[in-house]
T-cell receptor
Framework: ETGVTQSPTHLIKTRGQQVTLRCSSQ?????VSWYQQALGQGPQFIFQ???????GRGNFPPRFSGLQFPNYSSELNVNALELDDSALYLC?????????????FGQGTRLTVV | DAKTTQPNSMESNEEEPVHLPCNHS???????IHWYRQLPSQGPEYVIH???SNVNNRMASLAIAEDRKSSTLILHRATLRDAAVYYC??????????FGTGTRLKVLA
């Protein structure tokens, strides 16, 4: 186990609703990245938070937003859910040491939009 | 970030070595080569990374071509537990990984 925990593990939402996913990073890690993984595809980078500030964003619309808290845990919020938002959402935390370290991924939250 | 190219799938017999190739012809001098793997129903797991020299750790070895335009992940003795999707990623250390579709490794008993 990596020490990165995500909640909930599964949830089902209706199109148009809003959802909040949570990630508790590994102790000492101040950087959290979020990824979306559609079935059969590799994870796609959504955005990254470093010390509570957004630090880079992938090709996702503004209805995908996030927060990072002083304890470095993080939330991913998705508004106006669409059917194509159904995916596994992964968070990864990383140590502030830079290039010579690894990122630790959580088990993911499986979101189904109906 | 520069792109990588990997075969879609590979097969190996249990207890035999596996060589997983990755092409990255547009790699820049500051790009690190990272390998992650994703077991079924789990998040990606770090395997190994390197810059220029070959690297070994308890999980695998990474062989990097002299021109750095390709690399090979080597699993010395494949086990059933090694069946996973393996991703080769180039990164400048920002952890903003660009994943491809990876190589699905099947291990035959």
């Amino acid at each position: 186990e990596t020490g990165v925990t995500q909640s909930p593990t599964h949830l089902i939402k209706t199109r148009g609703q809003q959802v909040t996913l949570r990630c508790s990073s590994q102790s000492g890690h101040n950087t959290v990245s979020w990824y979306q993984q559609a079935l059969g595809q590799g994870p796609q980078f959504i955005f990254q938070y470093y010390r509570e500030e957004e630090n880079g964003r992938g090709n996702f619309p503004p209805r995908f937003s996030g927060l990072q808290f002083p304890n470095y845990s993080s939330e991913l919020n998705v508004n106006a859910l669409e059917l194509d938002d159904s995916a596994l959402y992964l968070c990864a935390s990383s140590y502030p040491g830079g290039v010579d370290t690894e990122a630790f991924f959580g088990q993911g939250t499986r979101l189904t939009v109906v | 970030d520069a792109k990588t190219t990997q075969p879609n799938s590979m097969e190996s017999n249990e207890e035999e070595p596996v060589h997983l190739p990755c092409n990255h012809s547009t790699i820049s001098g500051t790009d690190y080569i990272h390998w992650y793997r994703q077991l079924p129903s789990q998040g990606p797991e770090y395997v190994i990374h390197g810059l220029t020299s070959n690297v070994n750790n308890r999980m695998a070895s990474l062989a990097i071509a002299e021109d750095r335009k390709s690399s090979t992940l080597i699993l010395h003795r494949a086990t059933l537990r090694d069946a996973a999707v393996y991703y080769c990623i180039l990164t400048k250390g920002t952890y903003k990984y660009i994943f491809g579709t990876g190589t699905r490794l099947k291990v035959l008993a």
